[in-house]
């Protein structure tokens, strides 16, 4: 069993930048996906970001380039920094971790981000 927390989030004005965290309990970088959803009132959950074992990081086209994953694997922390934030970026975030491959994903608490114009 993973156990994920987040930290970090909160409010930020259009054009700022933000960072969330997510400090698992464990994870094996070289088998585990980690990743970053979302989900804002009336619409469907949206994969923000993954990173995959192999080491490549797949982003929704709404973030490509402003959002980017970063790992501390010495302290199975990983990262969502986001930046050139938009009123559209608000949501509720959650981080996510398991086995590539199995669609079995263990998840944080969620965290909200809340950006205004």
């Known amino acids: 069993q993973v156990h994920l927390v987040q930290s970090g989030g909160g409010s930020a004005q259009s054009g700022g930048s933000l960072r969330l965290s997510c400090a698992a309990s464990t994870y094996s970088d070289s088998q585990f996906c980690l990743a970053w959803f979302r989900k804002a009132p009336g619409k469907e959950r949206e994969q923000v970001a993954v990173?995959?074992?192999?080491?490549?990081?797949k982003y929704a086209v709404s973030v490509e380039g402003r959002f980017s994953v970063s790992l501390d694997n010495t302290n199975y922390t990983f990262y969502l920094d986001m930046s050139s934030l938009e009123p559209d970026d608000t949501a509720v975030y959650y981080c996510a971790a398991g086995l590539c491959g199995t669609g079995l994903w263990h998840w944080g608490q969620g965290t909200q981000v809340t950006v205004s114009s």
């Open positions: 990173r995959l074992a192999d080491g490549r990081t």
